[in-house]
DNA sequence: CTGAAAGCGCTTACAG
DNA sequence: CTGAAAGCGCTTACAG
């Protein structure tokens, strides 16, 4: 900047303002200096402005390192469209792969100590310990896909319940009245919710819910089962997830069942699964899209105004219709 | 700092000193110093530092959009190891995904024009103009996963030429004489560089090479198409990547063969096709956590020292044995 | 062992 | 419309 005023025999001062197209310099001038910062190749300093301001113009998205296996990519797809919404605010996204060593001794994350970032989003459920490390961090922050109802902390989730309610609506609609769902449901709190919208599509259509036609699919460690069939069969399944659903399509087929013929099935999530099976399954698409969005809108919110409360915000999904439902009626 | 200094009486200059561990204050009162600055909660002020040393503590790796569609999540993967990687350096990982537009237009990433980083990663091809752009930045940079004959520019990328090689020497020492290579040799350079090595290990086995036995997986545009079978059929498939492979054994299956005891299959990246198909695949896994250690510790070493070269650095990969492959003698 | 001074690159408030 | 001065939080080189 020195170097551009140098050149043109102003002060570091106008080339500031006309630079970021401030008032107090002529037009004239302006248009001079933009042209000559532009041919020396003029890099603004954005930590001289950091330091200024007290902002870095970063946002920390903190995703706790078991949900990050080998074919777990929904968090990154969702931490991808953090960092290109964040762009449209001039910020910038920083990855921070929470450790089960960090999480544990309840360390601060280096983000936050070494003032790295404006604010932080927590991608994942994290211990019920940390979640008061979280809250010692004074700096705005939101959960993302998860919530906790002792922590008084803004949260951002997928409607599970409107999702599975209105799939199941849709399973009666096309007639069926024995129907099952699949999923532990003492495992996590979306399956859980998602049992929920099921069973109140049940209740508002006055069907009687049979206990023998919830199916677990995984042991308290979320390690998968062998799903146990009912004795008597249901006409369609409720799954808490495309890969559940994936799963019992394989073995439904090699009990020589056609779907959705024999049975229809239903997924959740639409993530890659749910076009692997064979038909390709109706299910419930997370709208990662709209969360990325509303999440990145929320904590900038709560940047310019840390008083800002949104509380828990539900963003719904849609269901996308395939071919693994049949019409009995 | 200088709360911390006030509070002790010191000066905020032994106060750094103390916090950095540095020589000239005593042990005492450097564990005074740890234990204020703690109660006081402070945070150290990175972007302080940054504008006096000029190093922003931060690496850019930037994926052009059009590699992170829905199922791919390879580069995603890459870039979560890079971040923790980067992490044991003291480092943090912005990611930078590139649109179209940034990509046509030429434009500086805005990492690289407000100084977010001390260097940068380019994840994922991109195009020739745009090489031109970003050897014009004057920044320590890298490509990682493909290169660029033209650009003078570090590059880190699985050997894929000794993968295919060494895993088509394991189809021969399992007796197997005629076998096809499937892939679009046409398409990009690693199915190209993965057909070299298959060609390199007929060749050093005596076995000549059939053009009929050279299969196209996709179109010019890359979109898969329906693989035309040879009249003659090999008795195994050298497939350039998982998801082909994993195509190719459902088509197989469908046509009622089985695999591995009428073909041997083989695929490429160890990515979930290869544990998606039934049986699972013999694959060369793609090591994505060397490829990552390799690219942070190369772009650390520029930053360090920016006449560093390394030129062109292979990766290799490992075989994983599964169950599509049976042995003929 | 301790600290006063200067400086990194920018912006803001004020004076001319 | 233009610029001199001060300051953001830290570190380095130097003096005591």
């Known amino acids: 900047m020195k170097d551009i005023a140098d050149k043109l025999g102003v002060s570091s001062v106008t080339v500031s303002k006309a630079l970021n197209d401030k008032e107090g310099v002529s037009d ?3 248009i001079k200096i933009k042209k000559v910062a532009g ?19 970063n946002i920390g998205v ?15 797809r969702v931490y991808q469209e953090i960092a290109i919404h ?8 920083i990855l921070n792969i929470l450790s089960n060593e960090d999480e544990e001794q309840l360390n601060f994350p280096r983000v936050y100590s070494e003032n790295k970032v404006d604010g932080i989003i927590i991608l994942g459920q994290v211990g019920k310990k940390y979640i008061e490390t979280v809250q010692n961090m004074e700096l705005p922050k939101l959960f993302l896909d998860f ?16 999702g599975a309610y209105e799939i199941t609506n849709y399973l009666i609609q096309c007639g069926h009245r024995e129907i099952a769902y699949v999923g532990n449901i003492y495992s996590t709190s979306s399956i859980q919710d998602r049992f929920l919208g099921y069973y109140k599509s049940l209740l508002e259509h006055g069907l009687s819910y049979d206990e023998q036609l919830l199916l677990n699919d995984r042991d308290e460690r979320g390690t998968y089962i062998d799903i146990q069939l009912p004795e008597k069969m249901p006409t369609a399944f409720v799954c808490n997830c495309d890969q559940v659903a994936y799963n019992l399509c ?3 087929t090699s009990l020589g069942y056609s779907i959705p013929q024999d049975f229809s099935v239903v997924g959740f999530d639409n993530d890659i699964y749910a076009t692997l099976a064979n038909p390709q399954l109706t299910t419930v698409e997370v709208d990662i899209q709209e969360m990325a969005r509303t999440a990145v809108k929320s904590i900038m919110d709560k940047v310019a105004n840390p008083n800002r409360r949104n509380g828990r915000v539900l963003v719904q999904g849609n269901i996308i219709y395939r071919d693994s439902v049949r019409k009995t009626n």
Chains 1, 2 share one sequence.
């Not at 903190?62 to 990154?76: A, D």
């Open 86 to 93: 964040l762009d449209h605010y001039g910020y910038f996204g």
């Open 250 to 252: 394989e073995r439904l």
């Open 147 to 162: 919530y906790d109802e002792h922590a008084d902390i803004d949260s951002i989730i997928t409607d599970n319940f409107y």
């Open 28 to 30: 004239n001038l302006k």
């Open 39 to 57: 041919e020396m190749g003029y890099r603004f300093n954005s930590a001289a402005k950091s330091i200024k301001d007290g902002l870095s113009y």
């Open 62 to 76: 903190m995703i706790p390192h078991r949900f990050t296996g080998v074919n777990e990519s929904f968090y990154l």
